[in-house]
């Protein structure tokens, strides 16, 4: 990969991004922007306790269903230069894993938000990143 010290540099500092999913039940292609953090040597996307039902009332979030329903999705670095990752998505379900992810430094937004820990561990979408070619990250 010709630009590999790039993309590195890439992820460790920036944080919007668009995924690229593919559609739960339409099938179809679909660009989201979205943060992603850096929790020691992962790559997580996540949201708030909101975006699933049980949140505060809403709806599964459409990204959310899509990497459910098709975890191979787009990883498009848009910041501080332009490329796409082919990557998949795991859903995080471990409990203390959970934890450790909501109460690290870089998911401080979603606490100020109001929600508390045990609210973001309980409902909060958080999704793992692998990147398709392993010498992307870390």
């Avoid at 460790?12 to 739960?24: E, L, N, P, Q, Y």
């Avoid at 450790?100 to 309980?122: F, K, N």
Wanted: net charge negative; with cysteine; aromatic share 6%.
């Amino acid at each position: 990969m010709d630009n590999l010290a790039a993309i590195r540099d890439a992820l460790r500092t920036d944080m919007t991004i668009d995924i690229v999913t593919t559609g739960a039940k339409s099938g179809l292609r679909r660009t989201t922007e979205i943060w992603f953090m850096r929790v020691d040597d992962r790559i997580i996307i996540c949201g708030t306790a909101g975006s699933i039902t049980g949140g505060r009332g809403r709806h599964v979030r459409d990204w959310v269903a899509n990497l459910t329903a098709h975890p191979n999705f787009v990883f498009r670095l848009k910041e501080s230069m332009s490329t796409e990752l082919e990557a998949v998505a795991h859903v995080v379900t471990d409990p203390d894993d959970r934890r450790a992810i909501m109460t690290h430094p870089s998911t401080q937004w979603y606490r100020e938000q109001g929600e508390s820990i045990d609210l973001l561990v309980d409902k909060a979408p958080i999704i793992e990143v692998e990147f398709a070619d392993p010498t992307v990250w870390p």
